[in-house]
């Protein structure tokens, strides 16, 4: 059987790739990526995932608000957000997290806003997208919560955490929650053996891969936009990692991303 691609994470709606969306779907398709989750993560970016991916059967959008917006998020916002989450194309309630390498919102409301997105995720019954940089311990104290009560309402996974970026045994301690864990372009680069020993580690049904697009090209890209076909560069240096083929790397991760989103994806004629 034929593998395909699944990007689990990209921002296509930005503005720096998206008057190309046509084209860059277009390259996905043809690289035989046939899964593309489209994350929003504010008001205008969970709109325009909603409107990029409505005509587009392997664009699977997400919506919520990243921690960098934490000191502006109203409730009225949150409510909007929550009307969002409950129409039946939105796979996930994302991108949601904590960042305290940056920093450019309040600890305290970075905390409020990740919990009440859960709460959100928990009452839409639909998995989160996180983002943890810097706050990798951190954001276990709000998501082991989350996923007991996740598993009791009988949500089989209960979300990715998205780039990540800590350690294996971070990573472990979120698979022992029930979460897949991302694995992205920096797997690519040179001196990230850290990144590596990551991808071979995770037990094989916790693996997934994304783009971040436009962020995050791989090492054979850097200084140029990311884009989902260049998921290709991310998967070949997973299967590397982990002594498997391209072809078998590729297939457990895009049945993982269906189990994830509960979603199922094409076939794709540039198919590896």
Excluded: W
């Amino acid at each position: 059987m034929t593998a395909v691609a699944f990007d689990t994470h990209s921002h296509l709606q930005d503005r720096k790739i998206r008057d190309d969306f046509r084209g860059v779907i277009e390259r996905a398709e043809a690289a035989g990526v046939a899964g593309i989750a489209l994350c929003g993560y504010d008001g205008p970016s969970n709109e325009l995932a909603l409107s990029l991916a409505a005509n587009e059967p392997g664009v699977f959008p997400t919506v919520g608000f990243h921690p960098h917006e934490a000191d502006e998020v109203s409730q009225a916002m949150l409510a909007d957000l929550e009307t969002l989450a409950t129409l039946p194309e939105v796979v996930a309630v994302g991108e949601i997290g904590l960042d305290f390498y940056r920093g450019l919102a309040e600890e305290a409301n970075q905390r409020r806003l990740i919990d009440a997105q859960l709460a959100i995720a928990l009452r839409v019954g639909k998995p989160v997208s996180v983002h943890s940089r810097g706050a990798e311990d951190a954001a276990r104290e709000h998501l082991a919560p989350y996923a007991e009560a996740a598993r009791t309402a009988g949500l089989e996974i209960p979300g990715v955490m998205h780039c990540f970026g800590g350690s294996l045994e971070q990573a472990m301690s979120y698979v022992e929650l029930g979460f897949m864990v991302s694995i992205a372009g920096p797997v690519t680069y040179p001196k990230n053996d850290d990144a590596r020993r990551l991808a071979a580690g995770l037990p094989a049904r916790s693996l997934v891969i994304e783009t971040d697009s436009p962020y995050l090209p791989p090492q054979a890209m850097r200084g140029k936009l990311n884009e989902p076909a260049l998921i290709l560069h991310t998967a070949q240096a997973v299967a590397a990692a982990r002594g498997e083929s391209l072809e078998s790397l590729l297939s457990l991760t895009t049945a993982n991303a269906e189990r994830l989103f509960r979603v199922r994806v094409p076939a794709r004629a540039g198919a590896v």
